[in-house]
């Protein structure tokens, strides 16, 4: 059983829309992590979370907002989608206790035309 | 920024063959992580080695960490076609959360 879920798992977005994926943990796992995963680019942090209620920015989070409203869940906001936000979105969740160590969802595919 | 590097970005090996990706990083770290991320998926962890370690197995997995040259590598023994993948290695810097990613090895193992 999947621990880490999320959806949609392909989203196509125009230009200047809303964008909003989703995510959600049956660890119990406090941290959570947005990474895009560009060729050449590797992964790429864009907001984590320590916890229901807290956001932090990563190292790309120009253009991306995040949400937790619970242990569970962990939202990852574009308010005006452009192309160069076309990438693969991963979500994951970790705890400090095991240096971290991250759990991986699917994958979201998104493509901004 | 980039931390952690992997030294190649890719290697192709034969079923059967073993193979070595290795990493570098740039800053002092209280432990390093092998993970793997297969077509289609999300990475999953292989192998945590800590700071104060020098090697550590999983099956046909080591991995090891030199401290002084601030490198790691991971060796797979007896190479299988599902081992073909991206394979990363993320560093523990402190106690933060966050972990330094290289930008991945792309291995093939041909039939």
């Known amino acids: 059983e999947a621990a880490v879920t999320q959806s949609p798992r392909n989203k196509v977005a125009v230009t200047g829309g809303k964008v909003t994926l989703s995510c959600n943990q049956t660890?119990?796992?406090?941290?959570m992590y947005w990474y895009r995963q560009d060729t050449g680019h590797g992964l790429r942090l864009i907001h984590y979370?320590?916890?229901?209620?807290?956001?932090e920015k990563g190292d790309i989070p120009d253009g991306y907002k995040a949400s937790r409203p619970s242990q569970e869940n962990f939202s990852l906001i574009l308010e005006l989608a452009t192309p160069s936000q076309t990438s693969v979105y991963f979500c994951?969740?970790?705890?400090?206790?095991?240096?971290?160590?991250?759990?991986f969802g699917p994958g979201t595919r998104l493509t901004v035309l | 920024s980039q931390l952690a590097e992997e030294n190649s970005w890719a290697l192709s090996v034969h079923e059967g063959e073993s193979v070595t990706v290795n990493c570098s990083y740039k800053t002092s770290i209280t432990a390093l992580q092998w993970y793997r991320q297969k077509s289609g998926k999300g990475p999953a962890q292989l192998i945590l080695i800590r700071s104060n370690e020098r090697e550590k197995r999983n099956g046909r997995l080591r991995a090891t960490l030199d401290t002084s040259s601030q490198s790691s590598s991971l060796s797979i023994t007896a190479t299988r076609c599902e081992d073909t993948a991206v394979y990363f290695c993320a560093a523990n810097v402190g106690d933060n959360s966050k972990l330094i990613w290289g930008l991945g090895t792309s291995l093939v193992v041909n039939p």
């Open positions: 660890n119990n796992h406090n941290n």
């Open positions: 994951a969740s970790g705890v400090q206790g095991h240096f971290y160590e991250q759990y």
């Open positions: 979370s320590y916890g229901a209620g807290s956001t």
